[in-house]
């Protein structure tokens, strides 16, 4: 079976991980003789799609961030009637039992309108769970004002009555309004049926709030990087984190925590804590750079800090630093912790705990310690690297079991 796909992603180029897996996987199931149809809400068109043996449909629309300048792209943002036309028209062409769409980003622009499209027709739909955005307003079951897990049942009376937004509350009601139109009137969750997992824990959240006969499937993301040899982590001087300098990713107890153990740190990236960031002695701050550059700052690192206050869903630079050697210390927190053995292939920290992150980064300080788990995080990784064309032929695997029950 080698049926038609409709990619579903907000952007039609890599603006943040959704969209490169959105991407790779197009370009990678197109490689491999797929028929691909790739569906974006904001233009432009990157390289690799154009590049591609495959159709790109780029709506050339404005995402939700630049309301400011356009108001409309609100009223876009709860309900893209662009996008649905489109799928309407599309799927005129399309043969159901042999056709899959797959969703991915859908909250910056797109939304789930499309979704419903094809659901209506009958049409198989299964959604990779980036986020948790099919159950919370935010997206994450975090509360930004308090800097913590969100216990609370997303869109209960409690949940809309908080104010967990990182902006304001009337940014928050406007998130949910946007998930009950996507839930009420999108389907997603509940006509969506098909699920691809990136972690246990993510899954494990996500499942009170999801069709009770859904299915998943886990399937890693692809990882692009060679097979070269392993880094001498006992020759780098620094830790290095990597992503955005916010509250949420643990940067202010990391900064705290390199301060009392006197270990230089290194953050890729950038965000509101740079200046806080740079005004730290031992801390030097790249700013954003290249996922080649990412990759060339991993070599130099001693080991991987990612203490990450919020569940994550995967944490992609944990298994780059693997794959160069690099060990990981992770919050227990994080979806990162389930491919960290706790003192063989990295170590495990309490969640905001920053007496447990000094403790863990003084045992970086030992040249052996660093070099024996990092060689075991080396092997661990390349006994069965999730590489592209693996995750694409675990992907195929999903879709023909997708549609063994359309037939």
Avoid at 283 to 290: A, L
Avoid at 312 to 336: C, F, K
């Amino acid at each position: 079976m080698n049926p038609i796909v409709i990619i579903l992603n907000d952007y039609c180029h890599i603006n943040g991980g959704a969209s490169k897996v959105a991407i790779d996987e197009a370009v990678g199931l197109a490689a491999a003789g797929q028929k691909v149809i790739f569906i974006g809400a904001c233009a432009p068109i990157c390289p690799e799609l154009a590049n591609a043996n495959l159709e790109v449909i780029c709506l050339g629309q404005t995402e939700l961030i630049k309301a400011g300048k356009n108001p409309f792209v609100m009223l876009q943002g709860l309900w893209n009637f662009k996008a649905a036309q489109t799928m309407q028209d599309l799927l005129k062409k399309m043969d159901k039992k042999n056709t899959i769409v797959h969703l991915h980003g859908y909250t910056k622009a797109l939304t789930t309108s499309p979704v419903r499209v094809a659901v209506k027709q009958g049409f198989k739909v299964g959604c990779t769970l980036h986020d948790f955005f099919p159950a919370c307003p935010n997206g994450a079951f975090f509360d930004y004002v308090k800097c913590t897990p969100c216990p609370k049942r997303a869109m209960s009376f409690d949940c809309i009555t908080t104010q967990c937004d990182k902006r304001h509350y009337v940014h928050k009601l406007y998130r949910v309004a946007r998930t009950f139109i996507q839930q009420k009137f999108g389907g997603l969750p509940s006509s969506v049926k098909d699920y691809i997992t990136l972690s246990k824990q993510s899954a494990g959240l996500l499942r009170s709030y999801l069709p009770k006969d859904a299915r998943y499937f886990p399937l890693e993301n692809p990882i692009a990087i060679p097979h070269l040899p392993q880094v001498n982590v006992a020759e780098n001087k620094s830790v290095v984190a990597v992503g955005r300098l916010d509250a949420e990713k643990g940067i202010e107890i990391l900064l705290e925590s390199a301060k009392k153990s006197g270990i230089n740190l290194t953050l890729v990236g950038d965000g509101p804590l740079r200046p806080l960031a740079e005004s730290y002695q031992n801390c030097q701050v790249t700013g954003w750079v290249t996922p080649k550059q990412v990759v060339e700052e991993l070599a130099k690192a001693r080991a991987l800090v990612f203490p990450s206050l919020w569940y994550e869903t995967y944490g992609l630079v944990v298994a780059e630093a693997a794959a160069r050697g690099v060990p990981a210390i992770v919050s227990d927190i994080s979806a990162a912790s389930e491919r960290v053995e706790d003192n063989i292939t990295g170590w495990h920290i309490r969640s905001g705990d920053i007496e447990d992150l000094v403790r863990a980064l003084n045992i970086t300080k030992d040249d052996e310690t660093v070099k024996r788990v990092g060689e075991a995080a080396y092997q661990q990784f390349w006994k069965s690297p999730p590489v592209l064309t693996k995750h694409i032929e675990g992907l195929r695997n999903i879709y023909n079991l997708l549609l063994e029950k359309t037939l």
